[in-house]
């Protein structure tokens, strides 16, 4: 099965696609969506949609596996995160795609065991699961990694041997 895995955000979005075939995940690719900070919003949301219609057409991923909000004080970044998170979802309904959600808590449990794991503990447990040299970079991409990972773990796929 073919996960595409997405870490919302408007100046940067993650996207991470991993095939897990016989309890063995495998990294295809990772990357982010750049926008210009200038840009006008509507132009931004019009690139994300843009660039990850192309990314799902050429991967043919089966299912998208999204990171939901969490934000406790910033209201002005979660508007426009939530902006892109809409166009994150309408992308993967045109295509076709089941969606599935998963709170930052559900993806640190999944990848590491522990719901208080912080970033560098997240991307090490993707860099070992995924048998990778390096911690995927940007940091976007591993988190998108780690939402295709989580979904992988949630419905009965092993994530990869930790030995």
């Known amino acids: ?7 919302p955000g408007t100046g940067i979005l993650g996207f991470g696609i991993i095939d897990v075939q016989r309890g063995k995940s495998m990294l295809v690719d990772g990357g982010v969506i750049r926008t210009p900070v200038h840009e006008d919003d509507a132009v931004r949301l019009q690139t994300i949609y843009d660039e ?13 596996s999204v990171e939901k909000l969490f934000f406790a004080r910033n209201v002005t970044t979660a508007i426009t995160v939530a902006q892109a998170r809409g166009v994150v979802l309408l ?14 808590l559900q993806i640190k449990q999944a990848i590491t065991g522990y719901g208080k794991a912080d970033k560098k503990q ?3 447990m993707v860099r070992i699961i995924l048998g990778l040299e390096t911690v995927p ?20 796929g092993s994530v990869g041997s930790l030995t």
Do not use: F, W
């Open 122 to 124: 997240i991307q090490e």
């Open 1 to 7: 099965m073919r996960i595409l895995g997405i870490d």
């Open 137 to 156: 970079k940007p940091d976007d991409a591993a988190d998108a990694i780690a939402a295709a990972l989580t979904h992988a773990q949630t419905n009965g």
């Open 91 to 104: 992308c993967g309904k045109q295509a076709g795609l089941t969606i599935y959600e998963y709170t930052p």
């Open 52 to 64: 990850l219609t192309d990314i799902i057409a050429s991967s043919g991923p089966a299912v998208m």
